[in-house]
Structure formats: structure tokens, C-alpha cells
């Protein structure tokens, strides 16, 4: 099991509270966040808001871990890895306000939860994260958190009504080890 806190020099990625829908309700509110993102891409109201974070706050941790990305106790955006293939494969999944956007805070945060899973979760062997091709910066942040660029699968995903391709970037255990290796 995943620890439910996650500490790095400027974040704690923690559980939601339902605290924090004024705060995640105010994230979402800009349309360049839901852009890469399935369903209508309009920003959602403060009800839809409440119902995402206590899908957050009553995830089954064995399937799928979400923590608040806070900076301060502010939440700042979401992580989310979910978990297929008896707990051997993972995908995350992350998103952070447009105004942090450029500042690391996202690949910080992706880091930590590749880290966090691969020490905690032994029969882990492989984490991916799916990206919208035109979401250049989650591709950075990706491979600034490990993850490298495997593929791009054609009309892949549907988004906002349109059929799109789908970028995988993964990172593999050993791959991960190797990262580890002090001596490297």
C-alpha cells in the first residue's frame, strides 16, 4: 500500500478532504485544464467538484491512490495512479493549476508517486501515463519524472467528441533501479 502522505521540498501530496472542494473547485475552473481531458472540456460546477472529490476520498487505495497536490495545505491539483494487472501495472495520471504551469511542480509531484510505488510495491513492474499529443508540457513533466516516451497510438482516445492519438510514456523497475543507483 501507497502511503497516504507524500512529502517533497515544496509539496505534500496528501488524501482529499471534502475541505477542499472550494479550493480544487477554483483548479478546475480554467478551460486550458480540462482541454487534454475526457469529457465535455468545460470546466465542471461546484457540485460535479464535490462528486469528483468523494470519488477521490472513497477510491479503493488497492486500485487506485488520489492525493491533493498542496503547497502550503493550498491544493494546487490532483495525483492519481491506478492500478491494473494484479498491482504489476500502473498508470498516473496528474493535473495542476494554469498558474503553476512551468514550474516543476507537476513532474515533482509524478516523481514522488513513481518513487513512492516502485519502493513500496515490489511486484510493481511498469508505470505509464497517457497523454493528449498536444499536451507538450505533460510530456515534459513525464520525462522529468522518469517516464520515457514509448509510443503513439493513433485515434487512441475520444476527447471532447473527437477521436485523438494518445501519447504512452512508462518507466519500467529496472529502469527505475538503475535511476536509484547512487553510483550512476
Not at 478532504?17 to 479550493?23: G, L, M, N, Q, S
Not at 483548479?27 to 462528486?51: F, I, N, V, W
Not at 503547497?71 to 491539483?77: A, F, N, Q, R
Not at 494484479?86 to 508517486?113: C, D, F, H, M, N
Request: hydrophobic share 40%; aromatic share 8%; net charge negative.
Amino acid at each position: 500500500m501507497l502511503p497516504e502522505v507524500i512529502q517533497t521540498s515544496r509539496l505534500a501530496l496528501r488524501p482529499f478532504r471534502f475541505a477542499d472542494v472550494p479550493e480544487f473547485f477554483a483548479c478546475l475552473q480554467d478551460p486550458d485544464m480540462g482541454q487534454y481531458l475526457e469529457g465535455s472540456g468545460k470546466p465542471p460546477t461546484r457540485e460535479q467538484t464535490a462528486h469528483i472529490v468523494a470519488r477521490h476520498i472513497l477510491a479503493d487505495r488497492n486500485e487506485r491512490c488520489v492525493w491533493a497536490i498542496t503547497i502550503d495545505d493550498v491544493v494546487v491539483g490532483a495525483i492519481t495512479i491506478s492500478f491494473a494487472k494484479e498491482q504489476r501495472i500502473a498508470e498516473i495520471g496528474y493535473s495542476v493549476k494554469k498558474p503553476l504551469w512551468g514550474q516543476g511542480i507537476t513532474s515533482e509531484a509524478a516523481g514522488a508517486v513513481v518513487d513512492a510505488a516502485f519502493a513500496h510495491m515490489p511486484d510493481l513492474q511498469r508505470i505509464q501515463a497517457s497523454i493528449h499529443p498536444g499536451n507538450a508540457g505533460s510530456i515534459r513533466a513525464a520525462a522529468k519524472a522518469g517516464l520515457a516516451y514509448e509510443a503513439t497510438l493513433r485515434a487512441y482516445s475520444f476527447v471532447h467528441g473527437e477521436v485523438s492519438d494518445e501519447v504512452i510514456c512508462a518507466i519500467v523497475r529496472s529502469d527505475w533501479q538503475q535511476s536509484q543507483d547512487p553510483n550512476r
